[in-house]
């Protein structure tokens, strides 16, 4: 009995290190861990920030900033593939791993989640509060690493932002 208690206490604590807390999805230590050692062609990053995420916690409070992300983080969930990787990156970051995919693949798998996302309606002090949010993509291609791959996604999520947010952006990595 004691075996039992001590396995279940373990599998909780490994739960919790892997969980973010408020989302209650991966954190961004078990998405790193999760990712394969060695990258090949098709896999793809897509790097998900919310946009105006600060004017909610501006206007509504913190607690509402809260319920924002939660609902975002399940929607992203939900409408990702079971067989990708998601973690919160950390505030209002999220990022996905896939295998398999090519550019218009990854991006059409990502419009679905900016879709799903901005189709959330909350309602805050009487007012209707609709996220959005922008999305990078990137492919891994010959010669770069997990971190190039990364960062093209981060520039193409700045360029959907720049170009007005609520919008994905791509970059097909070339080595």
């Not at 290190?17 to 991966?26: E, F, Q």
């Not at 098709?42 to 509504?60: P, Q, S, T």
């Not at 939660?70 to 209002?92: D, F, K, Y």
């Not at 398999?100 to 989640?113: H, M, R, Y």
Request: glycine fraction near 8%; charged fraction near 20%; charge should be neutral.
């Amino acid at each position: 009995m004691l075996v039992l208690v001590q396995e279940r206490a373990e599998e909780k604590l490994i739960r919790l290190a892997n969980t973010d807390m408020l989302t209650g999805i991966p954190n961004r230590q078990h998405f790193f861990n999760s990712l394969p050692k060695v990258l090949g062609t098709g896999d793809a990053f897509v790097l998900i920030d919310i946009d105006f995420f600060k004017r909610v916690n501006d206007m509504y409070g913190h607690d509402k900033g809260d319920v924002v992300l939660i609902n975002v983080a399940r929607t992203i969930a939900r409408s990702a593939p079971s067989s990708c990787v998601l973690g919160r990156l950390g505030g209002e970051e999220f990022s996905l791993f896939f295998r398999g995919q090519t550019a218009a693949s990854a991006f059409a798998l990502a419009e679905q989640i900016r879709e799903a996302v901005h189709a959330l309606s909350l309602v805050f002090e009487g007012n209707q509060v609709t996220p959005s949010v922008s999305a990078g993509v990137a492919l891994w291609q010959a010669g770069l690493t997990e971190q190039d791959v990364q960062k093209r996604a981060d520039q193409a999520l700045y360029i959907a932002k720049n170009k007005g947010r609520n919008r994905l952006s791509c970059s097909v990595a070339s080595g």
